[in-house]
T-cell receptor
Framework: NAGVMQNPRHLVRRRGQEARLRCSPMKGHSHVYWYRQLPEEGLKFMVYLQKENIIDESGMPKERFSAEFPKEGPSILRIQQVVRGDSAAYFC???????????FGNGTRLTVT | EDQVTQSPEALRLQEGESSSLNCSYTVSGLRGLFWYRQDPGKGPEFLFTLYSAGEEKEKERLKATLTKKESFLHITAPKPEDSATYLCAVQAESGGSYIPTFGRGTSLIVHP
């Protein structure tokens, strides 16, 4: 299966810990997007990256959140000093160009206790 | 203010009872409208892309149409396995990028 791979599927962190979410895009895709999904809010855009570049981070909180997509390896969404409000499903998607449809992974469900 | 509004929020159908889901949008300069299906605990699965008013796409029991203000996802003779949340997303130029904006979805349940 050459789809978008996210890990871990489930992640439990205590308040104040760090969460690292990983995403490997589909083969041949160089555009990566991160979205957060809450039951009452739907899918909300966080950040859009290409290899070694952040293209648009307008949806990402200014503090505690960061993202990278290095030349080699998966894209990482990092949340420092997690709080209970960070509990959500985080989805990664990839595409072959900025006008192509996005293909999603199955998400990482973060629970902050 | 929501740029993408989906209705109804939830829909219950009997097997074989055809219906339509609506996605209305207010963005200007639409580059594409996407439909996705999402099952519980899974990521959205891509269904269709529509680019211009009047365009239609079909896949099995699903047909998507597009006007200048909205899109419809028509479901003909649905089966229980069509039960899922259906999401639409619009893609328009904003600040030099084309980030898809999603609606909140329509939760569809098809009873046998």
């Amino acid at each position: 299966n050459a789809g978008v791979m996210q890990n871990p599927r489930h992640l439990v962190r205590r308040r104040g810990q760090e969460a690292r979410l990983r995403c490997s895009p589909m083969k041949g895709h160089s555009h990566v997007y991160w979205y957060r999904q809450l039951p009452e809010e739907g899918l909300k855009f966080m950040v859009y990256l290409q290899k070694e570049n952040i293209i648009d981070e307008s949806g990402m909180p200014k503090e505690r959140f960061s993202a990278e997509f290095p030349k080699e390896g998966p894209s990482i969404l990092r949340i420092q000093q997690v709080v209970r409000g960070d509990s959500a499903a985080y989805f990664c998607a990839s595409s072959s160009s900025d006008l192509s449809p996005l293909h999603f992974g199955n998400g990482t469900r973060l629970t902050v206790t | 203010e929501d740029q993408v509004t989906q209705s109804p929020e939830a829909l219950r159908l009997q097997e074989g009872e055809s219906s339509s889901l609506n996605c209305s949008y207010t963005v200007s300069g639409l580059r594409g409208l996407f439909w996705y299906r999402q099952d519980p605990g899974k990521g959205p699965e891509f269904l269709f892309t529509l680019y211009s008013a009047g365009e239609e796409k079909e896949k099995e029991r699903l047909k998507a149409t597009l006007t200048k203000k909205e899109s419809f996802l028509h479901i003909t003779a649905p089966k229980p396995e069509d039960s899922a949340t259906y999401l639409c997303a619009v893609q328009a130029e904003s600040g030099g990028s084309y980030i898809p904006t999603f609606g909140r979805g329509t939760s569809l349940i098809v009873h046998p």
